[in-house]
Nanobody, 121 residues
Framework: QVQLVESGGGLVQPGGSLRLSCVAS????????VVWYRQAPGKERELVAA???????NYADSVKGRFTISRDNAKSTVYLQMNSLKPEDTAVYYC???????????????WGQGTQVTVSS
């Protein structure tokens, strides 16, 4: 069993930056695909950014040019750098990952508990 632990959320003014991290709670072989989602009050959860095991990246149109997803396989960590934040980016951000705990075992999917990002002056 693995837990995904997100951190880095908080309150920031419009135009500011935050960096979210998603790390496995225990040593794992590797992440495969990792996706950042967000859910604002009263809205459905939406995909923000995704990175595959081979490094292919996709972004929601609303965050292109402002957010950057990256991974550090040695640290089993995925980051979401968020720049030029807007009030409409306010949401709980969740990490979802396909995890290969041990080499040769099947991939398992996990969710993090979420981290709140609030963009307000």
């Amino acid at each position: 069993q693995v837990q995904l632990v997100e951190s880095g959320g908080g309150l920031v003014q419009p135009g500011g930056s935050l960096r979210l991290s998603c790390v496995a709670s225990r040593r794992i072989f590797r992440f495969n695909a990792v996706v950042w989602y967000r859910q604002a009050p009263g809205k459905e959860r939406e995909l923000v950014a995704a990175i595959t095991g081979s490094g292919t990246i996709n972004y929601a149109d609303s965050v292109k040019g402002r957010f950057t997803i990256s991974r550090d396989n040695a640290k089993s960590t995925v980051y979401l750098q968020m720049n030029s934040l807007k009030p409409e980016d306010t949401a709980v951000y969740y990490c979802n990952a396909d995890v290969l705990i041990y080499y040769g075992t099947k991939v398992e999917n996990y969710w993090g508990q979420g981290t709140q990002v609030t963009v307000s002056s």
